[in-house]
């Protein structure tokens, strides 16, 4: 097997496959260097089949020797070598995915430097300065991310950064975003080794990252930050001060008017709006990343709309409606502030539209535990970074003191949909209060902020909100198309809306929930019990008052006293439906679970040319006999069900809850399918088989060991 590929290479695949061969960030590179003739970098990339072969059992024998030769190729294009402290030649170890991820894994620059290779740099450069600041650099980065002290020894330190790029697939704010989007947890990353260009050589000199349209709003401008001499992770960070990308047109013009030609190339070679990554080095520009953007659904609409209205544009109106169509069933709105004589506490950047008022938390944490109790909470922070993910997902707007509009904070709330001002300077973040300008809020009061201003009020503040216009235009568009939009689609609901009655809930109930689950909140406690998030939390309650569940991340989970009174439960539940019809429910249902997992896998992968790539739903015919196999899969499994739950009742719930999952696929919301952030299809089936299992009085961990979990 091939694990590493020039970026220059000519790869005989579809988009998708490229994608999942090496990863979306070096299947831009390809094609901005081979097809658009783009000023790119010489790189090369280790496929994501290495990172899986990696992350499953170690470094994959000869992956050496294929990055030797492809260091030899990089040294000969550039006329410098790896490790010379003479003249020495610095990489960037970049990750890259096929699903873009910003900012969740890592990035390491200037790897080959030492002490010997600074002097040598610096001789080169002539500037001490920027050697030392190149070297500072690296150590930190190092240090941070290797976790580990820099070895001399230049090939050590590559080998280190490729494992550590590896590893960052599986860290936990990677794993957080992935479940948010709902990204395949198996696809593993690409790893590009990159020559190093430097933005940080002096004040002709720079950095940025660049959208090809508003993100915002989808206004047909270039958009984006820039750096002077600094270099790339300083503008993504949020932590220091951008200028407007427009500023290069009265600094740098030459390199304005290129940027302005190389975003029009890109962005009708990707038919879309485009996030472009870009250095300058000694007024040279360099592109060091392109991938689609991501957008709030306001700038999706419009962009969408723009586009297919444009004579010139290869979208059609078609097309247009189903990149949004999943928007258009609860399209995004305009909210409309009507403050009565308010001034703004301060006004900061307008990163995501919106209007979003709440509690005032300053750490992730407690965003969560805010949410989870049902409050409306605003995120503020100095900066976001990729560790609060998950309060920033929890939120129902964000806050930032620095960074710009493609900082991590805005990048993040827009691709999300929530509103966000960013660099509100005014903003400083003490223990327990902030302050905004001469104005000291206590955390906990209400403030409410203006995605689409980048004002700041303190309070609470009335509004109207109407659906935007290019969402209204679209809906008619899919009418006069016959495109669906959320709506059922016929031939396809075979599933009868349940109609079960229960008995009456006990906490005993919301015990067994939690001891499948393990770790819970109300919400999923309500969706698994059939109830609502109420009588869920009245009964989650009880058991922490009892001393049988407690908090923690905000959830709740059993204690060693609830997890052994859980146990006699379900043993209980056992003799009830006796063990011997409990093992052979279990037999009967591994048949259909391999017949589960091969449906899901279906619709997020299929096979192109006889090769595996991702679903990207392009092909209707094909999804609609995948949830045509998953609606007469779900009549087989409610026809199995029926009869254990005679003998059990309470099973009959996992049969109303998967109907209700396969309803709400073929409705139109894939997230009922594999999502774990809502009660899907695959949740629920595999919180049925971690029932049978232990009615089975059989372990997780011996079907595993038997080939059967």
């Not at 190149?134 to 190092?142: E, I, P, S, V």
């Not at 001499?229 to 030459?254: F, I, Y």
């Not at 209007?355 to 407690?366: D, K, L, R, S």
């Not at 229960?502 to 393990?518: E, F, N, Q, S, V």
Request: glycine letters at 10%.
């Amino acid at each position: 097997m091939t694990y590493v590929f020039a970026y220059d290479h000519r790869h005989d695949l579809s988009p998708n496959e490229l994608r999942a061969l090496i990863g979306g960030k070096a299947a831009g590179l390809v094609a901005m260097a081979t097809e658009l003739k783009l000023p790119v970098p010489p790189a090369f990339t280790i496929s994501t089949a290495a990172c899986k072969a990696y992350l499953a059992g170690g470094w994959p024998d000869g992956l050496d020797d294929e990055i030797r030769q492809h260091m030899a190729q990089l040294e000969e294009r550039v006329g410098r070598r790896f490790g010379d402290p003479a003249d020495p030649l610095l990489l960037s170890v970049r990750s890259g995915a096929p699903v873009s991820m910003p900012g969740m894994m890592d990035t390491i620059l200037n790897v080959g430097l030492s002490d010997a290779a600074e002097a040598g740099l610096s001789r080169v450069s002539g500037s001490p300065a920027f050697a030392a600041d190149c070297h500072a650099r690296f150590r930190h980065l190092y240090r941070e991310i290797v976790g580990a002290t820099v070895p001399r020894d230049p090939w050590e330190q590559l080998r280190s950064c490729i494992e550590a790029v590896f590893r960052s697939w599986n860290s936990d704010r990677a794993r957080a975003y992935r479940a948010h989007e709902r990204i395949d947890d198996t696809l593993g990353t690409g790893v590009t080794v990159q020559v190093m260009v430097f933005g940080n050589r002096g004040p002709d000199s720079g950095t940025g990252v660049l959208f090809t349209r508003n993100p915002a709003t989808g206004a047909n401008d270039l958009y984006g930050d820039v750096m002077f001499n600094a270099q790339g992770e300083d503008v993504v960070a949020g932590a220091h001060r951008t200028e407007p990308v427009s500023c290069l047109e009265a600094k740098m013009p030459e390199i304005a008017a290129e940027l302005h030609r190389c975003a029009a190339v890109l962005e009708r070679y990707y038919a879309d709006l485009c996030d472009i990554e870009f250095t300058i080095e000694r007024r040279k520009l360099w592109l060091l990343q392109v991938r689609v953007g991501k957008r709030s659904p306001q700038a999706a609409c419009r962009i969408a709309v723009d586009m297919a209205e444009a004579d010139d544009f290869p979208v059609s109106r078609a097309e247009a409606v189903q990149r949004v169509a999943h928007l258009l069933a609860n399209p995004p709105k305009v909210t409309s502030r009507r403050v009565e004589g308010g001034k703004p506490l301060t006004v900061g950047l307008p990163a995501a539209p919106g209007v979003a008022a709440g509690e005032i938390v300053t750490t992730p944490e407690a965003a969560v535990e805010g949410a989870s109790a049902g409050r409306k909470v605003i995120l503020v922070r100095a900066q976001t970074s990729p560790e609060d993910v998950h309060g920033m997902e929890r939120a129902v707007g964000i806050l930032t003191a620095t960074g710009g509009l493609a900082s991590h904070a805005a990048v993040v709330a827009r691709g999300w949909g929530i509103p966000a001002v960013v660099g509100a300077s005014a903003v400083s973040i003490g223990d327990g209060f902030l302050t905004i300008g001469e104005r000291t809020l206590r955390v906990g009061e209400t403030i409410t902020i203006d995605g689409s201003t980048g004002e700041v009020f303190t309070g609470s503040t009335a509004g109207s909100s109407e659906v935007v216009p290019e969402a209204l235009k679209l809906i008619g568009w899919a009418r006069e198309l016959g495109i669906p939009i959320g709506e059922k689609k016929e031939g396809l609901a075979t599933l009868p809306e349940p109609a079960t009655a229960h008995a009456a809930l006990t906490p005993g109930d919301a015990l067994r929930t939690l001891a499948i689950k393990g770790f819970a909140d109300a919400e999923s406690v309500a969706a698994a019990l059939l109830c609502s998030p109420e009588e869920a939390g009245t009964l989650l309650a009880r058991l922490v008052a009892d001393r049988l569940a407690e908090t923690a991340a905000g959830s709740l989970r059993l204690t060693e006293t609830g997890e052994a009174l859980a146990k006699e439960m379900l043993a209980e539940d056992s003799r009830v439906l006796l063990a011997e019809r409990a093992s052979a429910a279990l037999d009967d249902f591994l048949v259909l679970d391999r017949r589960v997992k091969e449906t899901v896998t279906a619709w997020q992968v299929r096979e192109i040319g006889g090769a595996q790539a991702l679903n990207d739903h392009s092909d209707p015919e094909y999804d609609a006999n995948v949830l045509a196999r998953l609606a007469a899969l779900n009549t087989e499994a409610a026809a199995w069900l029926r009869p254990l739950a005679g003998g059990l009742p309470r099973l009959a719930r996992y049969g109303e809850r998967l109907g209700h999952a396969a309803a709400a696929v073929v409705a139109g919301d894939p997230r009922y399918l594999a999502s774990p952030r809502v009660d899907s299809y695959h949740s629920v089936w595999f919180e049925l088989h971690e029932d049978l299992i232990r009615l089975a009085g059989r372990t997780r961990a011996s079907e595993a060991a038997a080939g059967r979990a």
